[in-house]
Structure formats: structure tokens, C-alpha cells
């Protein structure tokens, strides 16, 4: 890679010259300066630059929200804030079990930098890519300023779309303890119950010295489609081409069987007695549909009953610091975190898969739950019935004519697939856990502002199954000893049984991140310009990004004939006995070393107009790459009441130490058909293709096909390159209106990006190479991972209004918008392909995913509405106060709807927000709200990438929300 990218560098240079003369010789144009000096604002170091100034006063736009108006909108947790911003598109609460993250521009959040005071955290450790906000202290909370846009030349990699930084305080006196509760006015799952607490001791004014501990727990829980049932109305849901057909028989704890491996849904004996509801529902399978109908009367798990439309989840955070102010000016720093956040996410009723010796169980004529045999009612048959055959089973003469009589078994072994209802739905505890103590100073030293700080983060995720989760080898065993009954509820020695052979709270996957830095600052001012001094900031930091990978826990790895453990040499587990999850891992250490040096200039030309410089250069020691990368801003007042602003910069990611140097492949399944032997119109659609001459069906048709997410070496990766503008204004029209508007535009080349399996779906001779089939000429496996893949280009526009009317005699009010305007969003999934956009759209299309928006996070495809706002009224009289909000995004046009359906509009989707907050009681204050006042429920979709019919990502299934918080200072 190129030392600096120099005609880069020299074009950006150029053009921000020509534009900082433009707005010379129109502010001379003008000669207007203020008329009288403003009083001084406290130097602070801000988001986006090294050296201190007023808040107001830097040249690139930065976004301050104050921890008590986070309150005041109502928010129970930080995912509120990343959903509402406008300038971030990140996805719900039901994406994955990383959690919430700020995805500024919509770029990803593995494009936006997360920082805690100032400095990094460490990543998350199975990506390494980004930090859930979940693991920030919210009772410590100060601030949270927002920087959008590039901020390479400051911070380094992974700003491109932005940096959004959380301060916490900095000395707290006293004891403060809050209560939140939070219940949708519905019945069922939702409810969030937080408890916080923060202590403090000492005067840093007084005493020189001050030191807090703040705890905050928080636990909420899951929430199931049977708990919504009216949004999940069959006749809606036919609209969205969801239940147009009977459902198949699937897998259920009511088994259906039958009498070879291959085929074991012909027959169910619990069909006509109701299927035990809620767990399973009777069908007559799909094929009653077609013309002539054929029925294959069966029982299906009923996905109101296992489905979770929320997950549950638990944080856990403590933060303390301890801060000293010296004599001459110097402060020193300690600050700990200690972060808890576990996502329980519900996976279903989970049955034998690939990884288990067999797909299916049997049960043989000795049991006492065998069909015919007393408890198990026999099965009523309409035909031949040979003993040897398969003959239809009898519903009633109109739909299965024919001579009826009872199934003659003849002894033979069973076949089925089948899970626990008793169990309920299993679930997985994905924990993530982040610790940090970062030793920091500051003072003056000859002249020279100095902040130096050392920074030790560690983050593990431990990924372990719940509830729900059994063990193959036992159930098998409980269906030889007649213990377990495929086909009913379980006795009491079956419940018993089945909570024996479950696995809880088992561990089957361990990462670790780690974060080591140690940096040091030194800024002065170097000589006088017309319109202050002119300053110079250096900047210096040593950085160590690292890994740990585990092997495969062993427990439940079976073993082959040589008393061996069936792990291929890859070190992926190739037999497990844990039913739904398959223990992963190799061991391994990764290291990345990185060497940083960043300069920033403040050249105040006159008083009414400032131009900032940075530059900062990386190392990257693995990579054997530097990367430098300038920004150039200017700030101008033309008048009073009137900001100018604008800037230039290059960005740039490198790949994570885990996509470069993943020890194992990442191994996923997909139900599909293969794109080649099983052809159809809808590739992306399982069961929709006609297998091609000499194979069957059940070979490569809606089969269970294996692919990579991730590959062992990826050293052909480079990073991604980015360039940026923004020019806008800020102007104060008239007293307390504040009006703001932003245009900007970022380009990324070598966007890395995941090929996905819908890409090779949808083109499987253009990607033939990663279709790897077996000597049969069956897939084997798809390689779907990481590569470099096309450009992306976005601009848009950020425009905010605040007015503060004048006060009346019944109180105040303040009215504030804040929104986002997309212009453009285009993207090539591949190296030199077509431009595709992606404004105001939804698509199951796998370029969307791959190259797109949501490039290299597993997840929903990621969707950018055209337009995006908060806006609030705030009312305060006395001892009362209220906030009014309201998030909105406009509308999408569906480019790939489902079969069967019709509708191609997702209608807009406003949510209004009101809390009321009251202090007059002595040390307390006491808020009530209403989340989603006007109960509007998720848009309407008929895409398939939201299995459920609503757009899930852009607001919960809660419905209306009623909160409680009552906070008590001692």
C-alpha cells in the first residue's frame, strides 16, 4: 500500500483552499465583525479534535446531548438513543445478540468509532469489529457527543461513518439512588425492571480529590408472537404472502412419523385429537392446496407458541472514578468499568441437524408408546395396507376415500423428528462482558498542554445454551427405555427425564478481545494571528489490538470408532450430541500491533474566521501497511448571527485481526435449494426449484446446506479508503431560533464485505468457484466470507432547528427537530459492477447485504429511509416538567415482495414519546411516560428477510408502553 496517497492528499488540499478563498473575499465582501466580544466559554477538549476550545467553536458539526435530556425523552436504556438519532440506521432490538450499536450514516457499525471519555473500549470479540452500547454506564453518564461523518485524521481506523463518544462524570458528591419499571399496556413479555445507584465522596474544588462508584442492573424480558396474536391474524398475514398454504408438517413435539429415515412425516396419531395445543397446531399439509388436492393430515409446531419476537435480556454495569487536582493545574484520572450485558435469545424448538449422529429418532415396537399399543392411539389408513407399504392416512371418505382400516405396523421401527414442549422455547445466554481501567493526567508543562493516559480493556463473549437444549444420545435412550412419549405431553417421569438430559448453562463457544494502549498529547500556542493564537497540537499513541479463541468445549463432542474425537482437521466439531448448537473454537492467539502519530493546527486567520488542519499517520504491523490521512476545516462568522463551516478528509478501515487471521472457519446453515441441480425462479426460496434428471428431491431440494462466514486466512484483504466533505451553516435568524444545515457526502473504495449466500443463490455460475461439492456432486459446503468488494457512495444533509419561546406566565417551552436527509446511497456489490441504490427501499436481495449497507455484519439488511427525524417540545413551569417526542422515517418501496403477495409499500412509521417529570417532592424526582402513545405497530412487509410480517428493526411489538421512574438524592 502507498506510503500517503499523495495526489489525494494534494486534491483535497487544493479544493479546500480554493473553497477557504471563496469565503475569504466574501467575508470582505461583507466587513462585518461583531460588535461587542462574547463572554469566554470554558476550553474543554471536544469529540473531533486534540486541542481545547469552547464547544461552539470548532469548524467541523458536532452533536452534544446532555444525560438529563435523555431522561427528559424517557429513554430506559442507551438502544433508545442509537434508534432515534437521525444520523444513525441502526437496526432493533431483534437483530442478533451483538445488541444496539451506532451506525452513523448507515455505513455499519463496524464504521463507527465508539469511544468511552475519549478513548477506545475493547471491541467485542467474535467480529472485533465494534461495542455494543449496552456495556456504557448510564448512571455515571455525563454526555454523549456525536461527531458525523470522517474522523480518521484524529482517531484513526473504523470512523469513517463517524465517532460517537460517551463521557462520564468527572466528580460526583453525594448518594443518588433510581428506579425504573417499564410494561407494555398488553399483556405478556416486555417488561423492563432497572435498578441504579451512584456514590460519591469529596470536593475536587474544596478537596482536590473526588471519587464515585456508579451501579446500574437492568433486566427485561422476552416477548412472543402468542403474545400478540392479533398482529399475527392469518388473514393479514395472507396478504403478505405468509400462510397462503396449510403449513407442512414439520418438526413437533407431537412427532409425525414414519417408516424409513428419509420419510418420517407420514403419519400422525395425535392428528385428530388437536395436537396438543399451544405447542402444535393440525395441518393438512401443503400439497391440500394444489389441484387435485392431496392431503397429508400431520401436526406442526405452532410458531405463535415458539417464536420470540423480542428477546430477553440483563445489564449489568459499574463504573467508578477516582480524579485529584494538584497544585499547578495537574489532574490525574483513574477510571474502571466493569460491563455485564447478556442477550437470552430464543431459538425455537431445536431438533437433530447435521452435527448429530442422525436427523431423526426412532422408537421400536418394544416401547409403550408405540402407535397401536395402548396409550398411542393406532392410525387409521384408507388402501392397501400391507404391512410393508405406505398407504394414505384416513381423514374422511370425501378427502381420502377408499377402504379404511388400521395401520398395520407389522413391528417396524418408527422414524421422527421431534422436540421437548415442556422445555419451551430454548434459548441460548450470548454474554458479553467489558472491563477497562484507563490511568490518565493532564496539566501544563513548560508551556505545553499535556494529556497522557495508559488503557487496559478486556472484552470476552461467552455464548452458552439455556433452556431447551438436550442432549441426542439421552433422548434416544429415553425413547429405547419408554421413558419419553414422542407423541403427547410428557408423565411425570418423562418431565423429570427431560430436565435431566438438559444442557443448561453450558458454554459451546469463547472469544476474547483485549485492548492495550498507552498515548500522549502535547498542544501550545506557537505565535499570534489577527484572530488569536495559532496552535499546535502533536499527538502520539502505541496501541495493541489482540485475541484469544478457545477450542471447542469437548463434553458433548462425540467420538469415532478409534475412541478419537470427531473434530476435522480444520478443528470444527463434525458430531456433537448438544441438539441445536455445535461447541465451537480452536485455540488461538492473535496480536495486532499499531503505531499512531497525529498533528492538528488551529490558525484563527482573523477573528471571524478559523482554519484546522490534521493529519495522522498509522502503522499497522501485521498488515506491513501505514495509511496517512489529512482533514482540512474551516470556520467563518460573516456576521453576528451566521457560521460558515466546512471540511475535507480522508478515512480509511483496516480488516479486524479476526477477518485477516480467523483460526477456524464460521460455519452456518441455510435450508435451501441447490442453485444448480435444483433450479427455480426463486432462488432464495427454499422448496420453490425442480431437481434436474438423475437426482431427487430430498437431495437437493430444501435441503440443509452448510457455508462459511469466515475462512482460516484472509491476508489478500486491504483496508477500505474513504473521502469526505460537509459545508453547511448555523444561523440564529432572530433571538433563541437556531438553525442548522449540513450537506455532506462520503466515497469508500475496497468496501469489505461478506459474499452472501443469496449473491450465489441468485448466480451460482458466476460463483461456481465457492459452491464445493463431494465426489457425488452434492454441495459439500459454500464459502461465503469476507472479501473486498465495490465502491459506495453516499451524501445527504443534517438539518436541525431549535427555538426557545419567550417565557410566559403559565412556564417555558422549547421546541426542537433534528433530521437527516438522504440524497443519495448507491453501492457496487463487486469490483467494477453496477452502481445499485438503496434510498427508501427493501430487498431480500444478497448484493444488499454483502457489499451494501450492512457490509460484514451478520444481520437483517440494513435500510435507509429518505428521511429521518427526532423532534421534541419540552414544557417546564415550577417543579413540573414534560417532553413530547417523536421518531419518524418516511416509507419504502419493496423491490423483492414474497411470493404471493402483492404489496410493494412499507408505510412511514412515526412513534410519539411523552413524559412528565415533577421535583417537588424534597431530593426526588419523579417521572411517568407513555412510549408509543398512538400504539403504532411496525410498518407492514411482505419481504422475506422479516419472517414475521413487520419491520421489526425500525420499533419493538410492545405496542403501548407505560413507564415509572423515581429517583431519591441523599
Known amino acids: 500500500m502507498k506510503q500517503a496517497g499523495r495526489p489525494q492528499l494534494q486534491r483535497a488540499v487544493l479544493a479546500s483552499a480554493v473553497s477557504l478563498a471563496v469565503l475569504q473575499m466574501a467575508g470582505?465582501?461583507?466587513?462585518?465583525?461583531?460588535?461587542?466580544a462574547e463572554p469566554q466559554m470554558q476550553a474543554v477538549v471536544v469529540t473531533g479534535s486534540l486541542i481545547r476550545r469552547a464547544a461552539d467553536e470548532g469548524a467541523t458539526p458536532l452533536t452534544t446531548i446532555k444525560a438529563t435530556e435523555l431522561q427528559a425523552r424517557g429513554h430506559t436504556e442507551l438502544k433508545d438513543l442509537v434508534l432515534e438519532q437521525p444520523q444513525s440506521l441502526s437496526l432493533g432490538t431483534n437483530s442478533g445478540a451483538a445488541g444496539p450499536m451506532t451506525n452513523l450514516r448507515g455505513l455499519g457499525p463496524m464504521r463507527t468509532l465508539t469511544l468511552l471519555n475519549g478513548r477506545r473500549m475493547a471491541n467485542e470479540p467474535l467480529q472485533d469489529q465494534y461495542v455494543s452500547v449496552n456495556v456504557i454506564p448510564r448512571m455515571a453518564l455525563d454526555r454523549v457527543e456525536t461527531l458525523n461523518g470522517g474522523a480518521a485524521s484524529i482517531y484513526g481506523a473504523d470512523a469513517i461513518g463517524g465517532v460517537q463518544n460517551f463521557w462520564t462524570k468527572r466528580?460526583?458528591?453525594?448518594?443518588?439512588?433510581k428506579a425504573e419499571y417499564a410494561t407494555p399496556e398488553m399483556s405478556g413479555g416486555g417488561d423492563t425492571k432497572s435498578l441504579g445507584a451512584i456514590f460519591g465522596y469529596g470536593d475536587l474544588n474544596k478537596d482536590g480529590f473526588n471519587a464515585y462508584v456508579a451501579v446500574d442492573h437492568q433486566k427485561k424480558s422476552a416477548l412472543f408472537q402468542i403474545d400478540r396474536p392479533e398482529q399475527h391474524d392469518p388473514a393479514v398475514l395472507r396478504t403478505l404472502g405468509l400462510g397462503l398454504t396449510p403449513d407442512a408438517r414439520n418438526a413437533s413435539p407431537i412427532a409425525n412419523f414414519g417408516f424409513t429415515r428419509a420419510a418420517n412425516s407420514n403419519y400422525n396419531p395425535t392428528y385428530a385429537s388437536g395436537c396438543a395445543a399451544p405447542y402444535a397446531l393440525p395441518t393438512l399439509g401443503n400439497g391440500s392446496a394444489n389441484?387435485?388436492?392431496?392431503?397429508?393430515?400431520?401436526?406442526?409446531?405452532?410458531?405463535?407458541?415458539?417464536?420470540?419476537?423480542?428477546?430477553?435480556?440483563?445489564?449489568?454495569?459499574?463504573?467508578?472514578?477516582?480524579?485529584?487536582?494538584?497544585?499547578?493545574?495537574?489532574?490525574?484520572?483513574?477510571?474502571?468499568?466493569?460491563?455485564?450485558?447478556?442477550?437470552?435469545?430464543?431459538?425455537?424448538?431445536?431438533?437433530p441437524g447435521t452435527t448429530q449422529p442422525f436427523t431423526t429418532y426412532?422408537?421400536?415396537?418394544?416401547?409403550?408408546?408405540?402407535?397401536g399399543k395402548g396409550i398411542t392411539p393406532a392410525v387409521q389408513v384408507a388402501g392397501s395396507n400391507t404391512g410393508s407399504n405406505t398407504p394414505a392416512m384416513f381423514i374422511d371418505a370425501a378427502k381420502t376415500p377408499g377402504a379404511v382400516s388400521t395401520l398395520n405396523m407389522n413391528n417396524r421401527p418408527i422414524y421422527?423428528?421431534?422436540?421437548?414442549?415442556?422445555?419451551?422455547?430454548?434459548?441460548?445466554?450470548?454474554?458479553?462482558?467489558?472491563?477497562?481501567?484507563?490511568?490518565?493526567?493532564?496539566?501544563?508543562?513548560?508551556?505545553?498542554?499535556?494529556?497522557?493516559?495508559?488503557?487496559?480493556?478486556?472484552?470476552?463473549?461467552?455464548?452458552r445454551v439455556g433452556g431447551g437444549y438436550i442432549l441426542y444420545s439421552k433422548a434416544q435412550e429415553g425413547f429405547d427405555k419408554g421413558i419419553l412419549n414422542p407423541f403427547g405431553l410428557q408423565d411425570e417421569a418423562g418431565a423429570e427425564y427431560l430436565r435431566s438430559i438438559e444442557a443448561r448453562d453450558y458454554t459451546y463457544r469463547l472469544n476474547k478481545a483485549y485492548n492495550q494502549s498507552v498515548d500522549a498529547t502535547f498542544s501550545r500556542a506557537l505565535m499570534a494571528l489577527p484572530g488569536g493564537d495559532l496552535t499546535l497540537a502533536v499527538s502520539g499513541e502505541l496501541r495493541r489490538d489482540s485475541a484469544r479463541t478457545f477450542n471447542a468445549p469437548l463434553d458433548y463432542v462425540m467420538k469415532k470408532a478409534d475412541g478419537s474425537y470427531n473434530i476435522d482437521a480444520a478443528g470444527n466439531v463434525v458430531q456433537s450430541d448438544l441438539v441445536g448448537e455445535t461447541p465451537q473454537g480452536v485455540a488461538k492467539k492473535l496480536r495486532r500491533d499499531i503505531s499512531s502519530l497525529v498533528m492538528e493546527v488551529d490558525a484563527p486567520i482573523k477573528s471571524s474566521f478559523l482554519l484546522n488542519g490534521a493529519v495522522r499517520a498509522d502503522h499497522y504491523k501485521d498488515l506491513k501497511q501505514t495509511t496517512v490521512n489529512p482533514k482540512l476545516a474551516a470556520r467563518w462568522e460573516p456576521l453576528k448571527d451566521l457560521v460558515l463551516r466546512s471540511s475535507l478528509s480522508t478515512g480509511f478501515r483496516a480488516p479486524s485481526i479476526m477477518d485477516i487471521q480467523n483460526p477456524t472457519p464460521e460455519v452456518r446453515t441455510q435450508v435451501m435449494d441447490d442453485p444448480v441441480l435444483c433450479p427455480s425462479a426463486q432462488p432464495t426460496v427454499a422448496g420453490t426449484g425442480v431437481p434436474k434428471a438423475g437426482y431427487t428431491a430430498d437431495q437437493v431440494c430444501n435441503v440443509t446446506m452448510a457455508y462459511w462466514t469466515k475462512t482460516p486466512d484472509n491476508d489478500f484483504l486491504e483496508p477500505e479508503k474513504s473521502r469526505g466533505f460537509s459545508y453547511g451553516f448555523a444561523y440564529e435568524p432572530i433571538k433563541n431560533l437556531a438553525v442548522t444545515v449540513d450537506y455532506w457526502g462520503l466515497k469508500l473504495k475496497n468496501v469489505l464485505g461478506a459474499l452472501t449466500i443469496a449473491e450465489i443463490q441468485q448466480n451460482p455460475s458466476k460463483y461456481a468457484e465457492y459452491i464445493i461439492r463431494d465426489s457425488a456432486g452434492l454441495i459439500d459446503h459454500i464459502v461465503a466470507s469476507q472479501a473486498n468488494r465495490g465502491q459506495t457512495r453516499i451524501r445527504g444533509a443534517d438539518v436541525s432547528v431549535g427555538y426557545r419561546f419567550p417565557t410566559t406566565s403559565i412556564g417555558t417551552?422549547?421546541?426542537?427537530?433534528?433530521?437527516?436527509?438522504?440524497?443519495?446511497?448507491?453501492?457496487?456489490?463487486?469490483?467494477?459492477?453496477?452502481?445499485?441504490?438503496?434510498?427508501?427501499?427493501?430487498?431480500?436481495?444478497?448484493?444488499?447485504?454483502?457489499?451494501?449497507?450492512?457490509?460484514?455484519?451478520?444481520?437483517?439488511?440494513?435500510?435507509?429511509?429518505?428521511?429521518?427525524?427526532?423532534?421534541?417540545?419540552?414544557?417546564?413551569?415550577?417543579?413540573?416538567?414534560?417532553?413530547?417526542?417523536?421518531?419518524?422515517?418516511?416509507?419504502?418501496?419493496?423491490?423483492?415482495?414474497?411470493?404471493?403477495?402483492?404489496?410493494?409499500?412499507v408505510d412511514a412509521y412515526s412513534q410519539y414519546n411523552l413524559n412528565v417529570r415533577y421535583k417537588g417532592l424534597k431530593n426526588t424526582t419523579i417521572s411517568l411516560g407513555v412510549n408509543n402513545l398512538t400504539e403504532e405497530w411496525p410498518p407492514l412487509t411482505s419481504n422475506s428477510i422479516y419472517s414475521g410480517?413487520?419491520?421489526?428493526?425500525?420499533?419493538?411489538?410492545?405496542g403501548r408502553v407505560y413507564r415509572l421512574s423515581v429517583e431519591y438524592k441523599f
Open 28 to 36: 470582505q465582501a461583507h466587513a462585518q465583525t461583531a460588535a461587542a
Open 171 to 177: 466528580g460526583y458528591k453525594g448518594a443518588s439512588i
Open 291 to 351: 389441484t387435485p388436492a392431496v392431503y397429508a393430515p400431520g401436526c406442526f409446531r405452532n410458531p405463535l407458541y415458539w417464536n420470540a419476537v423480542t428477546d430477553g435480556s440483563e445489564i449489568t454495569t459499574v463504573a467508578g472514578r477516582a480524579s485529584w487536582n494538584l497544585s499547578g493545574g495537574h489532574k490525574i484520572d483513574l477510571d474502571v468499568l466493569h460491563a455485564n450485558f447478556t442477550v437470552q435469545k430464543f431459538r425455537g424448538m431445536q431438533v
Open 362 to 371: 426412532t422408537l421400536s415396537s418394544a416401547s409403550r408408546f408405540y402407535p
Open 416 to 463: 421422527f423428528q421431534w422436540g421437548p414442549a415442556e422445555l419451551g422455547p430454548a434459548y441460548r445466554n450470548d454474554e458479553q462482558t467489558n472491563d477497562r481501567i484507563v490511568l490518565s493526567a493532564e496539566g501544563d508543562v513548560l508551556g505545553w498542554d499535556y494529556r497522557v493516559g495508559v488503557n487496559h480493556g478486556v472484552s470476552k463473549r461467552d455464548t
Open 813 to 905: 417551552f422549547d421546541a426542537k427537530v433534528d433530521g437527516t436527509w438522504y440524497h443519495k446511497y448507491e453501492f457496487q456489490s463487486e469490483k467494477d459492477g453496477p452502481w445499485l441504490k438503496n434510498v427508501g427501499i427493501i430487498t431480500n436481495d444478497g448484493r444488499y447485504g454483502g457489499a451494501g449497507p450492512n457490509a460484514g455484519l451478520a444481520g437483517m439488511p440494513q435500510m435507509n429511509p429518505r428521511w429521518k427525524h427526532t423532534a421534541s417540545v419540552t414544557y417546564n413551569t415550577g417543579d413540573w416538567g414534560a417532553t413530547l417526542s417523536q421518531r419518524y422515517q418516511t416509507g419504502l418501496t419493496d423491490l423483492t415482495p414474497r411470493a404471493g403477495s402483492t404489496l410493494t409499500k
Open 949 to 958: 410480517g413487520y419491520v421489526t428493526s425500525m420499533a419493538d411489538m410492545m
